[in-house]
Nanobody
Framework: QVQLVESGGGLVQAGGSLRLSCAGS????????TGWFRQAPGKEREFVAA????????IYADSVKGRFTISRDNAKNTMYLHMNSLTPEGAAAYYC???????????????????WGQGTQVTVSS
């Protein structure tokens, strides 16, 4: 199975930008559809964005469209989330996730993802 480790979280002012990274190891990273989710205190974990194995297909939650960009570099076994124009509502723990190797479609539902990282915290000051 693939192991996932997020990095890049931190404190940013509202309106600022941040780039998160998700490094995969243990299996061929390009075999997995991957995505980002986030969870704020007291709230359910919610979908942010997902990307196909080769990176050609991406989907986004409506709340981040136009501000966040998901990408991946399979040569580096890494997925990224570029976040622009951050708002206080974007403060959360951000998790990267991967679907099973037989699941080739991008997906929005949390239960469609089999593997998860430990999360990286994003704090947005107003």
């Amino acid at each position: 199975q693939v192991q996932l480790v997020e990095s890049g979280g931190g404190l940013v002012q509202a309106g600022g930008s941040l780039r998160l990274s998700c490094a995969g190891s243990g299996r061929t990273f390009s075999n997995y559809v991957t995505g980002w989710f986030r969870q704020a205190p007291g709230k359910e974990r919610e979908f942010v964005a997902a990307i196909s194995r080769g990176g050609a297909v991406t989907i986004y939650a409506d709340s981040v469209k136009g501000r966040f960009t998901i990408s991946r570099d399979n040569a580096k076994n890494t997925m990224y989330l570029h976040m622009n124009s951050l708002t206080p509502e974007g403060a959360a723990a951000y998790y990267c996730a991967a679907r099973g190797t037989y699941d080739g479609e991008v997906a929005l539902e949390r239960n469609e993802y089999a593997f998860w990282g430990q999360g990286t915290q994003v704090t947005v000051s107003s």
